[in-house]
């Protein structure tokens, strides 16, 4: 690459070294003009602020004659001090030129300040009129200062006109300048590019050539290069790939035979077991066992057996058919009651479970067998380890653009490891669950809401464990598709 560099970096280097020229070039003439003009500038707006102060000292002297406050006095304090530092700076502005006129204004500068200071003194030692008469004199001073410094700026305007001219000059032969650079510096690139870009392109159009046999699949024909710089080396690599690819072609074809063989074996073998598994059970057989079952309890006069083998078939039932497919919430909340008065059974007084359900929030669509899990765990983790059992409090309510499902238990609780875990959905499914467990539910309400806020862990070590899950209103747009074995 070491040619092909040179030639860039001397590219580079002549236009730097010519935009450098430039932008000091024309950064010292600006420079200057500007120095120039803001000297003048100066000038003008130091003399008007003088002409301002003075009047507000004589409005300040007027207002301390009619109310001698503290504050008044203060005030003309400070307009003349103000007086005096632009006197220095007017001072500083003093030439051949324009000296008498600014002696004559800086003259009566001092003087507006004398007299304030004495219609001051007269009205502290209580000689008003006095002090009125000062004050009248100290508007007088005040016009003449305002008069002599339109005298000041007129001779200053006349003085430094010339100096307006050479200035107009430069800025138009500056502007000549910076065009004719710029003519210059476009020929010029566009010289030293087009000679640049010859010595490139004609090799790689070579190269670009061959490129596009080999893409057609012509790996006969030699790929030479008749460069002396790195496209002799892009092109020895150009023929080197052309051999290894005619050699690899033959290898690529039957490594494809190899693995289309090999993806039809992998998809016998799941076929085989999907229907190993579905052949060791049949769901309508196991219904009308439990239902025939149910019937003869009821007839024995087992009532509370028939009900709870009726509980059974309904679940498992519900299982099997709401697993791949969004349902009603109260759907999942009918089955969930079934599911607790199983449960009841078993646990008897050890499980209470508390229902708070907002009757407006049953309508909503719900993954199938999102509930049941989450009360599982509950059970599994706070009421089956306590003697005295526990209890679950179930809500259902509304929040903004979507419902809100809680399920609260007096539990153990968890720690704050424990409870990110669980958000992460890495947690694994308790073996003595349905298989279904919380890593599966998160996953699908993922799914089902497209968002990764769908629920929230509160918990403590010792204060049990609340857990709550959004399920959002409107889906406009959604698509749902999940496996019941996925998670």
């Known amino acids: 690459m070491r040619h092909l560099q040179k030639k860039i970096w001397l590219l580079a280097i002549v236009v730097l070294i010519i935009m450098v020229i430039i932008w000091i070039s024309l950064t010292y003439y600006n420079q200057k003009m500007q120095d120039q003009y803001n000297q003048i500038l100066e000038r003008y707006l130091v ?23 503290d504050a008044n006095y203060r ?46 003194n007269f009205q502290i030692s209580g000689e008003i009129e006095t002090a009125k008469s000062a004050l009248n004199e100290a508007i007088h001073i005040a016009d003449y200062v305002s008069e002599m410094r339109l005298s000041v ?41 087009y000679w640049f870009s010859l010595r490139i392109t004609k090799p790689l159009e070579k190269l670009t050539e061959s490129a596009k046999r080999l893409s057609k699949g012509q790996f006969d024909k030699e790929i030479e290069a008749d460069s002396k710089d790195e496209t002799a080396i892009l092109a020895g690599t150009f023929e080197q790939m052309r051999i290894n690819i005619n050699n690899l072609f033959i290898e690529t074809k039957q490594k494809a035979r190899l693995e289309a063989e090999l993806q039809e074996s992998k998809y016998l073998l799941k076929e085989s077991q999907l229907l190993s598994l579905q052949s060791q059970i049949n769901p309508h057989f196991l219904f009308n066992t439990l239902n025939t079952l149910s019937k003869k309890a009821y007839i024995e006069g087992s009532e509370e057996t028939s009900d709870l083998l009726v509980s059974i078939a309904d679940l498992m039932r519900y299982n099997l058919r709401h697993m791949d497919k969004p349902t009603a919430l109260h759907e999942e909340i009918h089955v969930l009651k079934q599911y607790i008065q199983i449960q009841k059974a078993r646990y008897t007084d050890r499980l ?135 998670g």
């Open 153 to 193: 700026i007129d001779k200053e305007l006349r003085t430094y006109d010339i100096f307006y001219r050479e200035m107009i000059d430069r800025s138009e032969k500056l502007t000549e300048l910076g065009v004719w650079l710029l003519i210059t510096i476009i020929l010029m690139l566009l010289f030293f590019t």
């Open 47 to 69: 003399m008007n602020e003088l002409n301002m102060v003075s009047q507000e000292t004589v409005t300040s002297l007027n207002a301390y004659l009619l109310d001698p406050s």
């Open 352 to 486: 209470t479970f508390i229902a708070d359900i907002d009757e407006t929030c049953l309508d909503i669509q719900i993954p199938g067998m999102t509930l049941q899990p989450i009360v599982e765990n509950a059970i599994i983790h706070a009421v089956e380890p306590s003697e005295d059992g526990g209890t679950i409090l179930f809500r259902v309510r509304h929040a903004l653009n979507h419902v809100v499902v809680e399920i609260e238990d007096n539990g153990p609780g968890m720690t704050a490891e424990k409870i990110e875990m669980l958000k992460d959905a890495r947690a694994v499914t308790s073996e003595k669950g349905t298989g279904i467990g919380f890593k599966n539910v998160v996953q699908r309400l993922k799914l089902f809401n497209a968002s990764d806020k769908v629920v929230d862990i509160q918990s403590k070590v010792g204060h049990g464990t609340k857990i709550s899950l959004y399920i959002l209103k409107e889906r406009s747009g959604m698509t749902y598709d999940q496996s019941p074995h996925s």
């Open 75 to 120: 005030t003309i304090e400070r307009r003349k001090n103000r007086m005096r530092q632009l006197y220095d700076e007017v001072t500083a502005f003093r030439n051949t030129d324009n000296e008498s006129e600014l002696t004559n204004y800086t003259n009566l500068t001092v003087s507006l300040v004398e007299m304030t200071e004495r219609s001051v």
